[in-house]
């Protein structure tokens, strides 16, 4: 089977550049058949890259009939496609191309293992089997796109609010954390574990640089089955110096709305194309703030849910708080007892300086005030049972002058499962990683 080459031919637009400003105009673009119709004396090609599609319009009679002879096209084949932009108001963009030559550059199976005419979706584990086919759906563009946006208007934000971007290394020598839910690797001759977390290595650098945030990925060795869990996490890090949780929680909540209104303004069609655009709107602030006791108090009185104090609250006990709380809002002042060694205690000791941030019944983001005094922290690792000893490379930063400080992670996936209306959290991740996958 034989291939065109592509010689001199270099794409000219993507197809987002293709609109009636360039009517009569000759382009060539490049990328896959997402549908193609063969209606005897015409033929219709609806031709895919990563900016969405524009149809390709062939008529015996227009086009030569060895072009015409040549479409003979399978779905997302990948083609490139030389010919001139014509009004076509019916048509993706308003404008439809005539080709004069066409490229066909590889080929695929009569039969793909998913349907990406976007007629019907395919299952999921059959879909990530297939991930980098899958990944060219439209949906799946919408999804990323509103991903791409939410990354640049995060780190936007922070930088034009005196925040450094920081690196942490994703290697580290023990369990610093005190958690067993770490992947151990080999390290030349001793064993290392696969970071669970930035969160030491942030509060060290909140030391030197005071605002610091981290984008980057983390690994929890946790065998959970839920459809809001993966092995492999994307986490936003932030650490601010010279304040307290108060102060977190305004930053916090102006950075949720300053990325949904970005993403309002910039990615609308892909809104529309995964239908969430009256459902990702923008939170007015501030957020509302409940105490934990006062999430118990209403669990109790609405829906007749004991909760425990000190315990967590369970996943069926959040979803029916997300039946009264339906938007974002904080929880703040967990018992002390279930948070980090790291989390500041309040004057009442039974509680700590903390939050989550909530949508709906989903948790986004986990944060607070940190212990800043070397003394006060060596006693909370011994008070969770942890050797003080093993945490000195990080301790030994308390000796100079650590300031107060504060800070949150938010999980970037969690977010954007919400803010694309997805049904599972592996559909916010290119290549998820599971209990069950480690494969593509």
Not at 85 to 107: C, H, Q, T, W, Y
Not at 108 to 115: A, S
Not at 224 to 252: A, G, P
Not at 332 to 356: G, N
Request: charge should be negative; hydrophobic fraction near 35%.
């Amino acid at each position: 089977m034989s291939f065109d080459e592509l010689d001199g031919w270099r794409k000219t637009h993507y197809t987002k550049d293709v609109t009636s400003k360039l009517h009569d105009e000759e382009v060539i673009l490049g990328g896959w058949v997402r549908n193609f119709r063969d209606l005897g004396g015409l033929k219709f090609i609806s031709l895919q890259d990563k900016y969405g599609e524009r149809q390709i319009t062939l008529k015996k009679g227009v086009v030569s009939d060895e072009l015409f002879e040549k479409a003979k096209l399978g779905y997302q084949y990948c083609v490139m496609v030389k010919g001139k932009v014509k009004d076509f108001e019916a048509a993706p963009g308003g404008v439809e191309i005539v080709p004069s030559e066409i490229k066909i550059l590889n080929r695929t199976p009569e039969k793909l293992p998913i349907d990406m005419t976007g007629e019907t979706i395919s299952e999921l584990d059959l879909r990530l089997n297939n991930r980098a086919l899958d990944l060219r759906s439209l949906r799946n563009q919408a999804i990323f796109e509103i991903r791409g946006q939410v990354l640049k208007s995060v780190r936007n934000f922070l930088l034009d609010r005196d925040f450094t971007e920081i690196t942490t290394p994703k290697i580290i020598g023990s369990a610093t954390e005190g958690g067993t839910e770490l992947f151990p690797i080999m390290y030349f001759d001793r064993e290392a574990f696969l970071v669970q977390s930035a969160q030491l290595y942030k509060e060290q650098l909140s030391g030197v640089y005071e605002r610091v945030f981290e984008i980057s990925p983390a690994f929890r060795a946790e065998k959970s089955h839920t459809k809001r869990h993966i092995c492999e996490i994307f986490t936003l890090d932030v650490e601010l110096s010279f304040v307290d949780m108060y102060d977190v929680l305004k930053v916090l909540e102006e950075l949720v709305q300053n990325v949904i209104i970005n993403i309002r303004e910039n990615n609308m069609t892909a809104l529309k194309t995964l239908n969430m655009e009256d459902k990702t709107i923008v939170p007015e602030l501030p957020l509302p703030r409940y105490k934990y006791d006062e999430i118990l108090e209403l669990l109790e009185s609405k829906f007749n849910i004991s909760t425990e104090w000190g315990e967590d609250i369970s996943t069926d006990a959040y979803r029916k708080l997300g039946e009264s709380l339906t938007g974002y809002y904080y929880i703040t002042h967990w018992p002390m007892l279930i948070k980090p060694f790291y989390i500041q205690p309040s004057k009442d000791k039974r509680y700590s300086e903390s939050f989550d941030l909530q949508m709906g019944w989903l948790e986004l983001t986990s944060g607070g005030t940190r212990v800043h005094n070397r003394v006060q922290l060596e006693n909370a690792i011994e008070s969770k049972g942890l050797n003080a000893s093993s945490f000195e490379s990080h301790l030994i930063a308390y000796d100079f002058g650590m300031p107060p400080h504060a800070g949150f992670g938010l999980g970037i996936a969690r977010w954007i499962t919400f803010l694309c209306g997805l049904d599972d959290i592996r559909e916010a991740v290119m290549y998820p990683r599971t209990p069950e996958r480690l494969t593509p």
